[in-house]
Nanobody
Framework: QVQLIESGGGSVQAGGSLRLSCATS????????MAWFRQAPGTEREGVAF????????YYGDSVKGRFTISQDRAKTTLYLQMNSLKPEDTAMYYC???????????????????WGQGTQVTVSS
């Protein structure tokens, strides 16, 4: 059984930093791609950052490029999101997601992902 548990959210002032973690279990070292998504009230879930477990390749949404960094630990059982230069528009619930399939659609599409965490809230005040 795959489980994803996020932590590290909180409240921070604009310009500050937070580091989110996603602890995983259930053979997640064998995932094909893992990702961070976010969703603010009344909006669609947005892909923020992506990492391909085998190659280590990373990709980012345009709104966070240069400010956020996705990474994994050596065992590939914990996913991180380092968020710097935070802005009020980064306020959202942040979710980690995992998918074991090589071909299952766009990495930016939430429907692509098989497993999700419960989310952690990030609030950025101006």
């Amino acid at each position: 059984q795959v489980q994803l548990i996020e932590s590290g959210g909180g409240s921070v002032q604009a310009g500050g930093s937070l580091r989110l973690s996603c602890a995983t279990s259930g053979y997640t070292y064998n995932t094909y791609v893992m990702a961070w998504f976010r969703q603010a009230p009344g909006t669609e879930r947005e892909g923020v950052a992506f990492i391909y477990t085998g190659s280590g390749g990373t990709y980012y949404g345009d709104s966070v490029k240069g400010r956020f960094t996705i990474s994994q630990d050596r065992a590939k059982t914990t996913l991180y999101l380092q968020m710097n230069s935070l802005k009020p528009e980064d306020t959202a619930m942040y979710y980690c997601a995992a998918d074991f399939r090589v071909t299952a659609g766009s990495r930016y599409s939430p429907q692509r992902y098989q497993y999700w965490g419960q989310g952690t809230q990030v609030t950025v005040s101006s």
